[in-house]
């Protein structure tokens, strides 16, 4: 995290929600209230981590577009395309505003990790994707 929940609650105390939204450290919360139950102050830290998240979900946040760029990529495939997420991830990372280093930024590691057997060049798909949309559903997204 590049804050503690701690730090995170300072902000928000600060009035720099603003700041707290766009730290990774909401988005690396498990939500696992570990925070909350020993708070000495009884501060329901992870309901404060809940609440920016949702605040910052209106936004571009990397770590949410990346999220949204997973699900789709899941819903469409029914199981993972590593390279079709990376090119819709940093499509929407440029689009949202991001430097044009990041769309590159990774993308001498690929050679390697194809080399390793640890990056597919084509994903299989499932055979029964309306199984796929059925989970989705359910979930509601």
């Known amino acids: 995290m590049d804050l503690t929940p701690n730090q995170v609650l300072r902000l928000v105390q600060l009035g720099l929600s603003e700041r707290a939204g766009r730290a990774d450290a909401i988005w690396k919360c498990v939500s696992c209230l570990t925070c909350s139950t020993r708070c000495p102050q009884e501060?329901?830290?992870?309901?404060?981590?809940?609440?920016?998240?949702?605040?910052?979900?209106?936004?571009?946040?990397?770590?949410?577009?990346?999220?949204?760029?997973f699900l789709h990529n899941v819903r469409r495939h029914g199981r993972l395309n590593e390279l079709e997420l990376a090119a819709?991830?940093?499509?929407?990372?440029?689009?949202?505003?991001?430097?044009?280093?990041?769309?590159?930024?990774?993308?001498?590691?690929?050679?390697?990790?194809?080399?390793?057997?640890?990056?597919?060049?084509?994903?299989?798909?499932?055979?029964?994707?309306?199984?796929v949309e059925?989970?989705?559903?359910?979930c509601g997204e």
Request: glycine content about 8%; charged content about 20%; hydrophobic content about 55%.
């Open 88 to 131: 819709l991830f940093k499509a929407r990372a440029m689009l949202a505003g991001a430097p044009l280093h990041f769309l590159f930024q990774e993308a001498a590691l690929a050679p390697r990790m194809y080399a390793k057997g640890k990056l597919r060049w084509k994903g299989a798909a499932v055979d029964d994707t309306g199984v």
């Open 134 to 138: 059925r989970i989705f559903a359910r």
């Open 43 to 69: 501060v329901d830290c992870a309901g404060v981590m809940d609440q920016l998240r949702q605040a910052a979900a209106a936004g571009n946040h990397r770590t949410l577009l990346f999220q949204r760029a």
